[in-house]
């Protein structure tokens, strides 16, 4: 999965991006930064621990910090000259998710309106794209050729997304989005703000500040969770006390990006190796079997499956099978989220 992490200039959207454990970075031509990340679990750590394979694969995800977003009605005074609104959303379509940093640490920080005009220029940008394709397939019908009936219908379909676009809303119509798949639409990505607060304002809860989007706004520190990534572990148990902080930002911002794209993560364990892989949620025994390999997937039989929580409390593999535990799955049983599955297969 890769996550954009967007923002207006000065929202503390790079300082953000440092508090995920940026080390290793990367730009790009279009001054984009991308750190991979692995994605901490408790549950697996625990079955490395159990097993001690030769080798330790955590699920990992890809964070991009993308260009301020530009945008004249919010730009602020001292923000850096960057590129252009259209630059930057032309790399906003090829993540799969999008964490939304918002500035709440000034004095005149106004969030929900921020989040507000950025979800605008997503919509604005998609209803350009979409009244683009509209304008070339209309000149196409001034020619004398065979297949209007064709562009005539193509034409009716995507103006269905045009109404809730104006509206800044996610087009529903079935139809448009399927005759609009290619256009890897910003408003149909998952979304979800980031409050970045100030040191003082941690231990409030300042979500309400931002109408709920699928969900409350994550509040942090981002200049604060940076500094804490820099610190040897002693010193940042010790700093993490004093602020009142269960856990860093990186577990709270990946547990709501899988949340709001909807995937889960299933297990294979074994002396050899323990892995974690990512699905999407309601996907089968297949799929997931596919995910490892292509020819689990061909050559599958059938899934041998336990949840973690049953798997933990007994202990092993054995002990699992002779309570009864074992689940044998076929090619559509849908795979849940922390379940171990060991795959037979036949090519």
Known sequence: MRIGI???????????FHAL????????????HLANVKVPDARLEWLRDLYKP???TPATLDFLDIPGMAFEREAKEGAKEGPSTG??????????????VLDG??????PAEAFRNILSELALADLTAIQGKIERAEKELVK???????????????????????????PTDSEFLRAAASFALLMLKPVFPILNVAEKDLGKDRSAEIPPFHGQALCLCAKLEAELMEMEEADRTEMMREYGLA???????????????????????????????????GDNAVTAAGKIH????????????????DFRALGSMKAVKEKGKLRLDGKEAVIHDGEIINVRFSV
């Open 6 to 16: 967007v923002g207006l200039p000065l929202s503390g959207k790079t300082s953000f």
């Open 21 to 32: 454990g940026s080390a290793g970075t990367r730009g790009s031509g279009a001054q984009i």
């Open 54 to 56: 030769k080798k330790y």
């Open 87 to 100: 630059s930057v959303l032309s790399q906003v379509r090829s993540v799969d998710t999008l964490a939304v």
């Open 105 to 110: 640490f000034s004095e005149d920080a106004k």
């Open 144 to 170: 004398s050729i065979p297949n209007r009936d064709k562009i005539r219908a193509e034409i009716e379909i995507l103006q269905k997304g045009v109404p809730a676009l104006e509206r800044n809303e996610a």
């Open 247 to 281: 856990e860093l930002a990186l577990p709270r911002v990946i547990r709501r990006a899988y949340d709001r794209a909807g995937l889960i993560s299933f297990f294979t364990v074994g002396e050899d190796e323990v892995r974690a892989w990512t699905i999407k949620k």
């Open 294 to 309: 292509t020819d689990l997937a061909r050559g599958f039989i059938r899934a041998e499956v336990v949840p973690y929580e």
